[in-house]
Structures are given as C-alpha cells and as structure tokens.
C-alpha cells in the first residue's frame, strides 16, 4: 500500500510552546488530509479535514486559531499546536487521501505522541 | 454529520471460534466507502477490510468478511477462526467526504 510518513514519532514540550507536526505523502498525491486526535483506549477523533490548496475545514469543537492546518502541497500536511497546554496532549494522527470523494481510499502516518510539560 | 456507532465496547471470543462485530452509520450520502481496521498497541492503523458502498457483494479477505446491508446502514465485521493475533481494538470507518470511526471494540481472542 502507500506510505504516509509522520514525524516526530513522539514530541515533549513546555507549555506555551508552539510544536509542529508533519504528514507526507511518499508516494502518491494526496489531496485531502485527515487530522485526528485520540486519547488513550478511545477513537480516533477527527480534527479537520484539508484539501490541497484550501483551508481546512475543522469539526465542530476543534479550535482552529489553536490547531493550524496547513496543506500547501500535494505531498505534505502540517498540524500545528499553538500555546501548547498540558490537556493539549495527546495522540495525533494524520490520514492521506488520493481523490478527493469517491475513488479512494485513504492511508495512515503512524502517528504523533505529544507530552505537553 | 455522518456518524459511526460501534454497540459493542468489549467483546471475547475463543481461539478458532467465529465472532462478529457490529457497526452501523447514518450518512446522506451516495458514494462513500466503509472500513474496518484494527489497532494494536502500537497504536498503528491495519487495515483489515474495505467495502465500496456501490457493491452488493460483500468483501472478504481470508478469514475475514463483512455483512453489508446498505438500505439498512449496517456493516459488521466476522472473523472466523480466531487467531491469538486478532486481540487488538477494531474500528468501524466511513469515508466519504470526511472520514469518521466508530468508538472502537475492544476484541480478546482466549487460548
């Protein structure tokens, strides 16, 4: 299958802080990119949604001045956490998507652990 | 909003007995796909099987296969003979325009 590269693997910052995280797409383009979110023996939660070139659009709850989405290219997506708290942390995952609906299926990063100090 | 109901928290089953998970969704819309997936610890998404909604057939992969019935929005996963290595979480999944899951079944395959 294709491969959805995410990194860091695991990220600890201070609160206040501002942390990054990034999804790329290997090998295929991806034009739309799932964020989630998921505490520990719970689902995955989706963030946003974003389409390559558009903002994204984020699920009800999901602060977006908090949780900047950005997907400039067909190959990478960006999830920033801005003034990180300690219930900020989290599991994060990022989802990557070859179509935009109905002709395809979509691929998983292995994920992002964050320890807000 | 499409939703993804997984009734079923926990569930056991013995080794090489069958077990079906259940999952229903409510969605309004026409061209989408449904998953399941499993998640071990290491919390990364296997994906196990995958329906398209425009086929009647149900899929199936090995011991694993679906029931999809679509006028009532279910999609249930059977495993048949029970592996140790099926013990994992396993989620239901839309995706359509978005891409949703289920709350997650917890699944413990007894020697």
């Known amino acids: 299958g294709a491969v959805v590269s995410q990194h860091p693997s695991r990220v600890i910052c201070k609160s206040g802080t501002s942390v990054k995280i990034e999804c790329r797409s290997l090998d295929f383009q991806a034009t739309t990119m799932f964020w989630y979110r998921q505490f520990p023996k719970q689902s995955l939660m989706l963030m946003a949604t974003?389409?390559?070139?558009?903002?994204?659009?984020?699920e009800q709850g999901v602060e977006k001045d908090k949780f900047l989405i950005n997907h400039a290219s067909l190959t990478l997506s960006t999830l920033t956490v801005t003034s990180a708290h300690p219930e900020d942390s989290s599991f994060y995952i990022c989802?990557?998507?070859?179509?935009?609906?109905?002709?395809?299926?979509?691929?998983f990063g292995q994920g992002t652990r964050l320890t807000v100090v | 909003a499409q939703t993804v109901t997984q009734s079923q928290p926990e569930m056991s089953v013995q080794e090489a007995e069958t077990v079906t998970l259940s999952c229903t969704y409510d969605t309004s819309e026409n061209n989408y796909y449904l998953f399941w997936y499993k998640q071990p610890p290491s919390r990364q998404m296997i994906l196990v099987i995958r329906q398209e909604a425009y086929k009647q057939q149900n899929a199936t992969e090995n011991r694993f296969s679906v029931n999809f019935q679509k006028a009532a929005k279910s999609f249930s996963l059977k495993i048949s003979d029970s592996q140790l290595g099926d013990t994992a979480m396993y989620f239901c999944a839309f995706l359509g325009n978005q891409f949703y899951f289920g709350t997650g079944t917890s699944l413990t395959v007894i020697p």
């Open positions: 974003s389409n390559e070139g558009s903002k994204a659009t984020y």
């Open positions: 989802s990557a998507r070859a179509g935009v609906t109905g002709v395809s299926e979509a691929f």
